[in-house]
Nanobody
Framework: VQLQASGGGLVQAGDSLRLSCAAS????????MGWSRQAPGKEREFVGVIKRRGGSTYYADSVKGRFTISRDNAKNMVYLQMDSLKPEDTAVYYC????????????????WGQGTQVTVSS
């Protein structure tokens, strides 16, 4: 599976941003998809995940209620809608794929995309 993330940028606190991740190479609908992030000097951390068939989603407590993951299996796309952004959301965001959802939650997926930088100014 090849993953290509896009949509990062510089925004102000309280703004919204939507990240996209395009997947190719395997049957997209067979994979749970998720996002992780890594801030400077910190370890990569789980952000959220969506199940293979696009039903259930799970989020880190730090983003719950502000971030929303969705997927379009017909387009092989997954999205991360980020609302009410805070400076502490500043990080490089990575798209992830795995047939085992738990691996994404544990920040150890089978596949990573390249990161996209999100910077939130105060």
């Amino acid at each position: 599976v090849q993953l290509q993330a896009s949509g990062g940028g510089l925004v102000q606190a309280g703004d919204s941003l939507r990240l996209s991740c395009a997947a190719s190479g395997r049957t997209f609908s067979e994979y749970s998809m998720g996002w992780s992030r890594q801030a400077p000097g910190k370890e990569r951390e789980f952000v959220g995940v969506i199940k293979r068939r696009g039903g259930s989603t799970y989020y880190a407590d730090s983003v719950k209620g502000r971030f929303t993951i969705s997927r379009d299996n017909a387009k092989n796309m997954v999205y991360l809608q980020m609302d009410s952004l805070k400076p502490e959301d500043t990080a490089v965001y990575y798209c992830a794929a795995d047939q085992v959802l738990h691996n994404i939650v544990e920040v150890s997926p089978a596949y990573w995309g390249q990161g996209t930088q999100v910077t939130v100014s105060s």
